[in-house]
Each structure stands twice: as structure tokens, then as C-alpha cells.
């Protein structure tokens, strides 16, 4: 899983990514990770979106390692 959302998006820390990515590129990693998946150990991939750059806030205490301007 690791791998595969490495391939869309920006690897933050842990099991969290960020970064834009359009409906169509968005579908194909849901898809992906579906077939990679177990969903019986309760395995899941969590979506974040926002409509509008100026609804979301990103604070980041410490050093950015990764500016993005959108999350996902």
C-alpha cells in the first residue's frame, strides 16, 4: 500500500499522504487499493477532501519537510 500511494501522492509520515490528484487519477488508487487490500483485518483507506484552497488551514510546527498546498 505503501508503494502504490507513494505513486499518487506525497508520503508524510506513517500511513499519511498528501496532495492534489484529480477525480479520474483518485478512482484509479481507490481501485487499486481495494484489490491490495484486506478488508477482513478491517484495512481501509481514509479520503480527505476540500472543494476550496481557503477552506483548509495546515499549521506545521517544526521543519515542513513536504510543503504541499493541498491535502487530500
Not at 487490500?37 to 484552497?53: A, G, T, Y
Amino acid at each position: 500500500m505503501l508503494k502504490l500511494c507513494r505513486s499518487y501522492l506525497h508520503h508524510i509520515q506513517n500511513s499519511v499522504f498528501e496532495g492534489e490528484i484529480s477525480e479520474a487519477r483518485l478512482e484509479e488508487l481507490k481501485i487499486k487499493a481495494k484489490k491490495i487490500m484486506n478488508e477482513e483485518d478491517e484495512d481501509s483507506l481514509i479520503v480527505f477532501k476540500s472543494r476550496n484552497e481557503k477552506w483548509l488551514d495546515k499549521e506545521i510546527v517544526g521543519t515542513d519537510k513536504r510543503p504541499v498546498d493541498n491535502v487530500l
